[in-house]
C-alpha cells in the first residue's frame, strides 16, 4: 500500500509541476506600483524605456491585435510600426487595452526546467510502481527511467516553451488620458 501511494504521488507532482510551467504569464498596470507598495509606479516614461525598439502585440479595447515593434509611448498615445503597414500607427491610449511583450528565450529556459523536472518525476514514478522486486540493481530501471524522461521532457518543454514564450501584459487603465498629470 505504501509502495503504490509513494509512485502515485510522485506521478502527481511531476504533472503538476509540468501544468505549472506551461503558461507563464505577468499583467503588470501602467501607473500601479509593480511591487506592490514597495516600489515606483509603473509609469508611461518606465513602460516607454522598457519596450522601445521592442516587438509586441498592441491590443485595442474593441478586440483588434495589432503586431509591431514599439516607436514610443506616452501618456496621450501609443506609436507602434505596425507589421501589416509600412507607415507608423499612432493609436491614442484610451483605446489601447494592454500591450504585450513575448520572451521566448526565457520561455524556453523554464520550458527546459520544468518539462526536465516534470519528465523524470514522471518517468521515476511509474518505472518505481512497475518495477519488479529483487537483485543487487533492481533501483537502476527507475534510475534510468528518470534519467530518459527527464531528457524527453527537457526537449519538449524547451521547444513549447520557445513556441509560447513568456508573455508580460501592460495593462492601460480606463481613463488614461485627462486624469494623470503629464
Known amino acids: 500500500m505504501k509502495r503504490r501511494n509513494t509512485w502515485r504521488a510522485s506521478i502527481i507532482r511531476g504533472a503538476v509541476a509540468a501544468l ?11 501607473g500601479e ?11 508611461y516614461q518606465h513602460l516607454h524605456d ?9 491590443i485595442l479595447r474593441d478586440g483588434r491585435r495589432v503586431p509591431g515593434t514599439v516607436l514610443a509611448i506616452a501618456q496621450d498615445s501609443v506609436r507602434l510600426e505596425a507589421d501589416s503597414l509600412e507607415a507608423s500607427l499612432v493609436v491614442p491610449t484610451s483605446t489601447v487595452l494592454c500591450i504585450e511583450k513575448i520572451d521566448r528565450t526565457d520561455g524556453a529556459f ?3 526546467l520544468g518539462g526536465g523536472l516534470g519528465g523524470m518525476a514522471l ?3 511509474i518505472a518505481s510502481a512497475t518495477k519488479s522486486g529483487g537483485g543487487d540493481m533492481s533501483g537502476l530501471g527507475p534510475a534510468f527511467a528518470a534519467i530518459g524522461g527527464g531528457t524527453l521532457g527537457a526537449i519538449g518543454g524547451t521547444l513549447f516553451g520557445a513556441i509560447h514564450g513568456i508573455v508580460t501584459r501592460y495593462e492601460f487603465p480606463v481613463d488614461t488620458v485627462g486624469t494623470h498629470a503629464r
Open 20 to 30: 505549472l510551467l506551461s503558461g507563464c504569464t505577468s499583467t503588470l498596470m501602467v
Open 123 to 125: 518517468a521515476g514514478g
Open 110 to 112: 523554464l520550458g527546459f
Open 50 to 58: 522598457r519596450l522601445q525598439g521592442k516587438h509586441v502585440r498592441m
Open 33 to 43: 506600483d509593480p511591487a506592490g507598495g514597495r516600489g515606483k509606479p509603473l509609469t
